[in-house]
C-alpha cells in the first residue's frame, strides 16, 4: 500500500528520501496560495528560486517577479506575497520569477524528488484527487518559518492525511499528529490559528483578509506540477 509521511519543516528533509515519492510542498501563508491562485488565473509558468538575486535578474529575460521576505514585499520586485496579486487579467500567459522566505526554499529542498506538486487549501480536493489516482507514495513538505514548525501548513498536511486515509497509510507519527490537528481545527481554521506565530506576524502587517482566503478550500480545481524549473498545470 502507499504511504504518506510528513516532514513538518524543510530543516528536516536530511531525514526523508524522495526519489521514489511525490512531493507535496505547502506554504499556505502565503507562497504556495500565491502560485496556485497565479496559475488557475492564466500564468503560463512560475519559476521558483530560493535566491533572492538570481530571481532579481529574471526581470532582464521577460519575466514578471515576485518576491517576499519576512512577510513584506520586496523592494524593486513587481509583486509580493498576497494571492490577491495575481488575479489580474494582465498577467494571463505571462511568466513570473518567485522567491519567497520559505516557500520556495522548500521546493528547493525538494529537488530530488520523483515528482514535485504544489499544494494549499486553495486546490485542497484538486491535490486529492490527483494523490488518490496516481502509484506513489506521499511526502508533504511543510515550508514552515525560517526552520521552525507553523501550524498552518501542518493542518493542510493533516487535512490531506485525512483525505487519504482510506488509500495510503502513515509511515509515522507525524502524519498522524497532523491529521489530528486538522480535525480538531477544521470547523474554524481562522480561529484556531489566531494565536498561532504566522498569524499574528501578518496581522501585524495588516494583512487579514489574505489569511481568510488562504484558508477557504477548492477555490481552484488546479494542480501546479514541478516540469524543469517551472512550475505549470498538470
Given at each position: 500500500m502507499k504511504t504518506i509521511d510528513v516532514c513538518l519543516s524543510p530543516d528536516l528533509m536530511h531525514l526523508y528520501p524522495v526519489h521514489d515519492r511525490v512531493v507535496v510542498v505547502v506554504d499556505i501563508l502565503r507562497a504556495t496560495s500565491c502560485m496556485v491562485t497565479a496559475l488557475a488565473?492564466?500564468?503560463?509558468?512560475?519559476?521558483?528560486?530560493?535566491?533572492?538575486?538570481?530571481?532579481?535578474?529574471?526581470?532582464?529575460?521577460?519575466?514578471?517577479?515576485?518576491?517576499?521576505?519576512?512577510?513584506?514585499?520586496?523592494?524593486?520586485?513587481?509583486?509580493?506575497?498576497?494571492?490577491?496579486?495575481?488575479?489580474?487579467?494582465?498577467?494571463?500567459?505571462?511568466?513570473?520569477?518567485?522567491?519567497?522566505?520559505?516557500?520556495?526554499?522548500?521546493?528547493?529542498?525538494?529537488?530530488?524528488?520523483?515528482?514535485?506538486?504544489?499544494?494549499?487549501?486553495?486546490?485542497?480536493?484538486?491535490?486529492?484527487?490527483?494523490?488518490?489516482?496516481g502509484k506513489d507514495s506521499v511526502l508533504v513538505v511543510c515550508a514552515a518559518w525560517k526552520g521552525k514548525v507553523n501550524l498552518e501548513d501542518t493542518l493542510f498536511a493533516g487535512a490531506l492525511v485525512e483525505n487519504l486515509k482510506d488509500h495510503v497509510e502513515p509511515d509515522c507519527d507525524a502524519p498522524l499528529a497532523a491529521q489530528r490537528l486538522y480535525n480538531l481545527a477544521k470547523n474554524d481554521m481562522v480561529s484556531?490559528?489566531?494565536?498561532?506565530?504566522?498569524?499574528?506576524?501578518?496581522?501585524?502587517?495588516?494583512?487579514?483578509?489574505?489569511?481568510?482566503?488562504?484558508?477557504?478550500?477548492?477555490?481552484?480545481?488546479?494542480?501546479?506540477?514541478?516540469?524543469?524549473?517551472?512550475?505549470?498545470?498538470?
Open positions: 488565473h492564466g500564468v503560463k509558468s512560475i519559476r521558483p528560486f530560493a535566491n533572492l538575486e538570481e530571481c532579481r535578474a529574471m526581470k532582464t529575460k521577460g519575466y514578471y517577479t515576485a518576491g517576499e521576505r519576512n512577510g513584506e514585499k520586496v523592494d524593486g520586485f513587481d509583486f509580493g506575497n498576497s494571492p490577491f496579486e495575481y488575479m489580474a487579467d494582465n498577467l494571463k500567459g505571462q511568466k513570473i520569477a518567485f522567491t519567497t522566505t520559505n516557500g520556495t526554499q522548500a521546493i528547493a529542498k525538494s529537488h530530488g524528488a520523483k515528482e514535485i506538486i504544489i499544494g494549499s487549501f486553495l486546490n485542497l480536493s484538486a491535490v486529492t484527487g490527483y494523490l488518490k489516482g484556531f490559528l489566531k494565536d498561532s506565530s504566522h498569524v499574528k506576524r501578518l496581522n501585524r502587517l495588516n494583512i487579514h483578509k489574505d489569511i481568510e482566503f488562504c484558508l477557504t478550500p477548492d477555490q481552484y480545481s488546479v494542480t501546479p506540477r514541478l516540469i524543469g524549473n517551472d512550475l505549470r498545470l498538470l
